[in-house]
Nanobody, 120 residues
Framework: VQLQAYGGGLVQPGGSLRLSCAASGSIFSINVMGWYRQAPGKQRELVAIVTTGGTTNYADSVKGRFTISRDNAKNTVYLQMNSLKPEDTAAYYC???????????????WGRGTLVTVSS
């Protein structure tokens, strides 16, 4: 299973970016999908997660500015980031908690990071 993230880049403070992450390969089902980020010299931290049913959870630092959503049919998760701040600068990683078959255990799959830089 592979997760491919898109949409990172350089943006000015106050600007917006939309990240996408598509899971592909031998996938039977995916439960939770999410976004994490890691700034230089810091630990990876949760940004937001979304369940199959659409329940979401956000880090306090991004509430009201970021919106996570998903397309279950496409095994894709999105992160709309508005009102970006320099402290949002980080490598953003997507992940998915899913299984390859009906009788397989759930696994945690990670994508490669996509870099978001917020700077004037």
């Amino acid at each position: 299973v592979q997760l491919q993230a898109y949409g990172g880049g350089l943006v000015q403070p106050g600007g917006s970016l939309r990240l996408s992450c598509a899971a592909s390969g031998s996938i039977f089902s995916i439960n939770v999908m999410g976004w994490y980020r890691q700034a230089p010299g810091k630990q990876r931290e949760l940004v937001a997660i979304v369940t199959t049913g659409g329940t979401t959870n956000y880090a306090d630092s991004v509430k009201g500015r970021f919106t996570i959503s998903r397309d279950n049919a496409k095994n894709t998760v999105y992160l709309q980031m508005n009102s970006l701040k320099p402290e949002d600068t980080a490598a953003y990683y997507c992940n998915a908690n899913g299984r390859r078959g009906a009788y397989n255990n759930y696994e945690l799959w990670w994508g490669r990071g996509t870099l978001v830089t917020v700077s004037s």
